[in-house]
Each structure stands twice: as structure tokens, then as C-alpha cells.
């Protein structure tokens, strides 16, 4: 992650930011040659017809629900448009439950999660991705608009975090303010780096843990699914919280880069909560 966004700061200053979006072109060309090589096809079996419907509603209700909490910070949480989506997310997601219930092949069985070790690790994962995805987006912006370094020097800023327990780092970021960049940036990265490494590793093996072997590669795609959503839902809270903080701040009478900087404060101090929920979710798996 730290990685891309290293890249990420070198294609911006160098080609320009649209560049960033054709990193996954040679990814995408490599994978699809190599699929076919190094992938042996299954042996004909009773084949399982995929869970169409399941796909559909899950996929567009979390659509809406992102939509819905990216919106409802700019455009009002009683507007039309927000209320629509919300009302659409709820809708989808409850048909998803009850199609769930009722299919042959599901796509997602709900009788997995009475593996507990499976739902903490997909739990702890949902947070991880929530305040991961949050805090490599936020990064990169205060960087910029609030620290005004430039897109290469703000991804090499982060090099540090590719080397190296979330919540205590962020909260230290949060709050270092005019500490320096070493002891109120540096530090913190590097700090924030140790408790990614453990926590993808023991959140990805609690959610395999005690699993079928024959539920193995469902196991193994639900966790990262769990941390894609958590992404997604993650960055519109904690986002649609920071702009809203930024723009009561503006029209509180303060500059821009104060309010932006109070703005990601509160966005910062999301994902403390978010790693240590996920923390204490792990130790009450631990302790019984």
C-alpha cells in the first residue's frame, strides 16, 4: 500500500495524475497471460450455477450505501438524492439476506459465521480495510493541502511506512502538531507500518482458523472482501465526516489549511477507534 502510493506521487509529478489509473493496465495484461499457464482447469464436476441474484443485490446496495454516506455530507442528509440512496442500499441488502436464505448455492452461507474465529477475523478485517483505506487517502491530501509538499515529495513521505500499532500511531499523528516532521510524521508511519504487518497476518489467519478444508476458498475470499468493503464503507464515513468538520470550520471564519487540518483531525482520530475496536474484538477471541 505505501508502495502505491510512493508510485503513485512519482506518476502524478511526472506524466500527471490521470497517469495513475493505467498502473493496473500491465498488472491486468501479465495476470491474463499468466492465468492460463500457471492455473490447471478443474476436472468436470456437478457443476453449481453462480448465485446471479445474490451477486446483483449485494454488489448494488453496497453501492448505494457508499454513495449515500459519500453524499450525505455535501448535499444534506434529508436531500432527495441522499434519502433515495439510502433507502435503496436498505432495500438491496435486505433482498441480498433473503435470497441468501433461500438459494441452493449461495454466495455468501451465512452458517460459516458460527465459526467465531471466522467472523472476529472477518470483523477485525472490515475495520482494517475501513481505517487503512481511510488513512492512506487522508495521508496523502494532508500532505499536500495542509503540509503543502508536492505529489512526489508526499509520496516519498510515506516510504517510511513500507518499512515498518495503528491506533496509537494515528493518534500521535493526530495530535503531534507542530512537533516537527520527523517526530510528528516519521515516527508515527513508521509506528503505524509494525501494526499493519501484524495486524493483515493474525486478522487473515483468525479467519481461517478452524475452517473446512472444503470451506478453505471461501474462507480466503470472504476475508478480502471483508477488508474491500470495509474500504469502501470506511473512507465515506470517515471522509463525509472530515468535509463536513472542514466546512463548518470555513464557516466558522477559519483559513483553509486550518480547516482542512481540523477537518482530517477528526478523520485521523476515526481510525484510532476503528484499529482499537479491531483490537479489542481480537483479545475477547483470545480470552475465551
Known sequence: SAAGVLLGGVLTTGFGWSSVFFVNVPVGIQVLVAIPLLITRDRRGTAERMDAAGAATATLGLAAAVAALSE?????????????????????????????????????????????????????????????????????????????????????????LALALVGIGVVWFALAGGTGFVAGFVLPTIVIGLGLGATFVTATQLAVRGVAESDSGLASGLVNTAQQIGGALGLAVLGGIASAQTAALLAAGSGATAATAGGFLLLFLGVALLALIGAAVTALVRSR
Do not use: K
Request: charged residues 10%; without cysteine; proline residues 3%.
Open 72 to 160: 450525505g455530507g455535501t448535499r444534506g442528509w434529508t436531500s432527495q438524492i441522499v434519502l433515495g440512496l439510502g433507502v435503496a442500499a436498505l432495500a438491496l441488502l435486505t433482498a441480498f439476506v433473503l435470497i441468501e436464505r433461500r438459494a441452493a448455492h449461495p454466495l455468501l452461507p451465512f452458517a460459516f459465521f458460527r465459526n467465531r474465529d471466522a467472523l472476529a477475523g472477518n470483523t477485525v478485517m472490515l475495520l482494517v480495510g475501513g481505517s487503512t483505506v481511510a488513512l492512506f487517502f487522508a495521508l496523502s491530501v494532508y500532505l499536500q493541502e495542509v503540509l503543502h509538499l508536492d505529489a512526489l515529495s508526499a509520496g516519498l513521505s510515506q516510504l517510511p
